[in-house]
């Protein structure tokens, strides 16, 4: 990945016997107070170490601000990603079929990811997760993300692109030790300890690959129509949220099923596609309110951008849905921004 943040994390017992682990913060220098201000409320730690990432036009998915260890692990976590971001191809990996393949683990915390890398072309929504090669010329297609956590390994073959469940063991395992690490849960006060935090990390991710790639899984996977069929159809209601004509219809049109066969699907969640389209439109609004940039914006405009065509049944449903008008949650998100705002007069 870019800069320093594509290395390998080394062992701090090369530099230092004892050296705990600290929470740095880098946030880019060439962005203004109204995304400042708003990645400083995300923080989950009262204080860490700051510094400069630079620009963030240099940073790993163009992200405004970074949170990962100190000695660097290899996690990390990567706030604000731009939309749409290419990793270039790193022109010194070694690219032979039986050379080992570093292994970049990403996972959204919301919206929804779409990657495309060597010819394929692979979705991931919030809770799951998709393992690549970070040597190879990828692009990063971001809706509604406004954190992605990562985790960088050195692999020991050459696994390729693949998507991981949300159900994978081992995916569900990294995801509470990554946590735990990043929030200080976890004492990592020496060289040892931060040693064995990172070889667990890469063990989980072998135990998550090698779940995901068990023949009676992948059996399972072919038979099982509807997971696979469900994700997809989430994909592509993603990228059609603004359009008020959207439908199930035209959706099972465009897959070529039965209108009636997407709904069983959502029926097995316990849901139907109006509820779950009217809920993606609802949060993706809820979002864009909280979003600085589209301060100006009207909530009429807003509600119509995400395909509202009704803005009474809008403004109706969006309070059912989050205890309070959208002028309100603006209302309650500018005044959060200016109580964080440094007092002029100290």
Request: proline content about 6%; glycine content about 6%.
């Amino acid at each position: 990945m870019a800069n320093a943040h594509q290395s390998q994390p080394s062992s701090c017992a090369d530099s230092a016997p004892d050296c705990p682990l600290i929470p740095l913060w880098l946030v880019a220098d060439d962005i203004d107070d109204t995304l400042r201000k708003p990645l400083e409320s995300r923080l989950p730690w009262k204080s860490v170490q700051r510094n400069s990432l630079g620009s963030f036009r240099a940073a790993p998915f163009q992200s405004k601000a970074i949170l990962r260890m100190q000695p660097h692990l290899g996690l990390m976590s990567c706030f604000d990603p731009a939309p749409l971001w290419t990793m270039p191809d790193d022109e010194t990996s070694d690219t032979g079929d039986n050379s080992p393949q570093d292994i970049l683990v990403l996972r959204p915390s919301d919206g929804v990811v779409t990657v495309q890398q060597d010819g394929q072309r692979l979705t991931c929504m919030p809770r799951e997760a998709i393992i690549l090669d970070p040597g190879r010329a990828t692009t990063f297609i971001m809706s509604d993300v406004s954190r992605v956590d990562c985790l960088l390994v050195a692999g020991n073959g050459r696994t390729g692109m693949r998507h991981i469940a949300q159900d994978n063991g081992g995916l569900i395992a990294l995801g509470h030790y990554a946590a735990a690490v990043m929030r200080g849960l976890l004492p990592m006060n020496s060289a040892a300890l931060t040693g064995l935090a990172v070889d667990y990390m890469n063990g989980l991710v072998a135990t998550m690959i090698d779940e995901a790639a068990a023949p009676e899984r992948r059996a399972a996977w072919r038979q099982d129509r509807p997971t696979i069929s469900l994700l997809s159809l989430k994909a592509d209601i993603e990228a059609s949220l603004g359009q008020p004509t959207l439908s199930l219809e035209r959706l099972a049109t465009t897959h070529g099923v039965t209108a009636r066969y997407f709904q069983k699907l959502f029926e097995a969640e316990g849901r139907t596609f109006s509820d779950y389209l009217l809920e993606r439109r609802l949060e993706r609004a809820f979002h864009m309110l909280r979003d600085g940039n589209r301060g100006d914006r009207a909530v009429s405009t807003i509600a119509f951008e995400v395909g509202f065509g009704d803005l009474s049944y809008f403004n109706r449903t969006f309070k059912k849905r989050f205890g309070a008008t959208p002028r309100e949650i603006r209302a309650r998100f500018e005044a959060m921004l200016l109580d964080a705002a440094p007092d002029a007069d100290a």
